[in-house]
């Protein structure tokens, strides 16, 4: 089992940055492919970023350029949230996944507001 914690998360104002961290307990990560989904107020869940065991990336267009995704070689990953837009705020939450099993965390709430 594994669980997945959230951190990183506050108000910002517009232009701002903040780094977000998903770290891991009961399992190392190494093996997940994870990533980091958010989900605004009445809006459905979104993919914002991946990376690969291998340490491929990809992104949401919304977001190229102003975020990057990174993990560690054990169990933690991050996002580096630049350029903080007041539409970047929502719930953003840790997945991983690694064969049939897939974790979330409980995510943690990013507010870009002035």
């Known amino acids: 089992q594994v669980q997945l914690v959230e951190s990183g998360g506050g108000l910002v104002q517009p232009g701002g940055s903040l780094r977000l961290s998903c770290a891991a307990s009961?399992?190392?990560?190494?093996?997940?492919?994870m990533a980091w989904y958010r989900q605004a107020p009445g809006k459905q869940r979104d993919l914002v970023a991946t990376?690969?065991?291998?340490?491929?990336t990809n992104y949401a267009d919304s977001v190229k350029g102003r975020f990057t995704i990174s993990r560690d070689s054990w169990n933690s990953m991050y996002l580096q949230m630049n350029s903080l837009k007041p539409e970047d705020t929502a719930v953003y939450y840790c997945n991983g996944i690694t064969g049939t099993d897939q974790y979330w965390g409980q995510g943690t709430q990013v507010t870009v507001s002035s």
């Open positions: 990376i690969t065991a291998g340490g491929i």
């Open positions: 009961g399992r190392g990560l190494r093996l997940f492919n």
